[in-house]
């Protein structure tokens, strides 16, 4: 175990998730396969664009009743289209989709008796999830569910203070809601569908063994494997973990004051999740209406466009021995092979224009051939006299390569994002 994991643990000990460990070994390796997911955040405070739940604690009596007497009223997305989310998932390359079925405030997007706070009970009056859920799939995308099982509704229809996972407020401490929990879970996984993941965000108490016993295939995220939020660890971790991140500052939609990443420093984040053996999901906050804000669809599109020439760098892979090394280089291995990917994250690498690197931590082989991912090496569009051969030495000081960048993704022919190296047959210098 990495000896800095004990810091990306979120809301579970090192203890507790030694305790279960009944994710199918190979279904995890199905979920690592995978890479790169859409997590969605969207509950009924999204009509007011305050943050999900935790605004509760702390507030005065007035907001929260009219959470309850209002905010339903005023859940009606004119435009929620849930093909269009699928679809841009697709277009980024993401492979699984993680929806949230209710949050700490205890709104349920799904139909359930359990509850009258329920989107069924809303101006929409319509099944948020089971909608998502079926256009996922369409697009052969897996779905996956958020749950918490914090649920502060019932905590102030059972007079518990809210604070956030403290021991009033868990279920393990609270036999009500533990059962109140599982009939939620049970209905879920009884009328939803084929669910792939699940993230607790909370103490699951029992919930993990019931998800296991209604459907084994499904893998357990957090809670079950370490799911650091807004921060990667240090090295490589050899084992199963998914990172969630935001776009801008926020996990819920936020109508302004919003600060989002550039789609170059979202591809470096993928990159670097991936060297280190992590999945990574991105999150996605539609708004009132139901759509995802431009800013993001923009963001992920930029992300699809890296994905469209250079996915095989980011699916089915494994960390190299070393995640990366200096000059802003990351490696990542095609599972089950000596294939090796070196990404060059540094800075731009000119259009037609051949370029040094030394990679330290790579070596290749009398067998190996180097290509840049997403081009075959033997074309510049325009120049036919062009030499665009990849060429390489390898010497004691390193695998010196030499290249031209011949793929060309926007019409301007610059490419501000990282470029990639295949390298077949590679070794590790150091054994």
Not at 27 to 47: A, C, R, S, Y
Not at 114 to 119: D, I, L, S, W, Y
Not at 360 to 378: D, F, L, R, W, Y
């Amino acid at each position: 175990m990495s000896k800095n994991i004990k810091k990306i643990f979120v809301d579970v000990t090192i203890d507790e998730l030694e305790k279960s460990k009944r994710n199918m070994t190979e279904k995890e390796e199905q979920f690592l396969d995978m890479g790169l997911g859409m997590f969605i955040h969207w509950t009924v405070d999204v009509t007011v664009g305050v943050v999900e739940s935790h605004w509760m604690i702390g507030a005065d009596q007035e907001p929260i009743d009219k959470m309850y007497s209002q905010l339903p009223d005023l859940f009606y997305p004119t435009r929620f289209n849930p093909d269009e989310w699928a679809l841009l998932a697709k277009t980024a390359g993401m492979k699984y989709a993680v929806f949230t079925s209710k949050h700490h405030n205890g709104f349920c997007m799904f139909d359930t008796r359990t509850t009258p706070f329920n989107v069924m009970n809303t101006r929409f009056g319509k099944d948020v999830m089971k909608s998502v859920y079926e256009s996922f799939r369409k697009f052969d995308i897996e779905t996956g569910l958020y749950f918490s099982p914090l649920d502060f509704t019932w905590c102030l229809e059972n007079d518990i203070h809210l604070h956030f996972a403290t021991d009033e407020v868990i279920p393990a401490n609270n036999p009500g809601l533990r059962s109140y929990n599982e009939a939620q879970i049970r209905e879920i996984f009884g009328n939803y569908g084929k669910i792939a993941t699940v993230f607790f965000d909370g103490p699951p108490a029992d919930l993990k063994d019931i998800v296991w016993d209604l459907s084994p295939e499904t893998v357990i995220t957090r809670s079950e494997m370490p799911t650091p939020e807004l921060e990667l660890p240090d090295e490589i971790i050899d084992e199963p973990w998914e990172a969630c991140y935001r776009l801008g500052n926020a996990w819920a939609y936020k109508a302004t004051n919003e600060n989002y990443k550039s789609g170059t420093d979202l591809i470096k984040l993928v990159i670097d999740t991936r060297s280190k053996g992590g999945n990574i999901l991105l999150n996605v906050t539609p708004d009132t209406y139901g759509q995802i804000p431009f800013e993001q669809e923009r963001l992920l599109q930029e992300l699809g466009l890296f994905m469209f020439f250079c996915s095989e760098a980011i699916y089915d892979v494994r960390p190299w021995h070393v995640s990366s090394e200096e000059g802003g280089i990351y490696y990542t291995r095609k599972k089950n092979t000596d294939t090796v990917y070196a990404f060059y994250t540094k800075g731009p690498w000119p259009y037609g224009e051949r370029m040094n690197i030394t990679l330290k931590n790579v070596m290749a082989t009398e067998h190996s051939e180097i290509e840049m991912v997403g081009q075959n090496g033997t074309t510049l569009e325009h120049h036919p006299e062009a030499d665009t051969t990849t060429r390489f030495t390898q010497d004691e000081n390193g695998l010196h390569i030499n290249a031209m960048r011949c793929f060309r993704p926007y019409s301007s022919r610059d490419w501000p994002n990282p470029v990639v190296f295949r390298i077949t047959n590679a070794k590790w210098p150091l054994g």
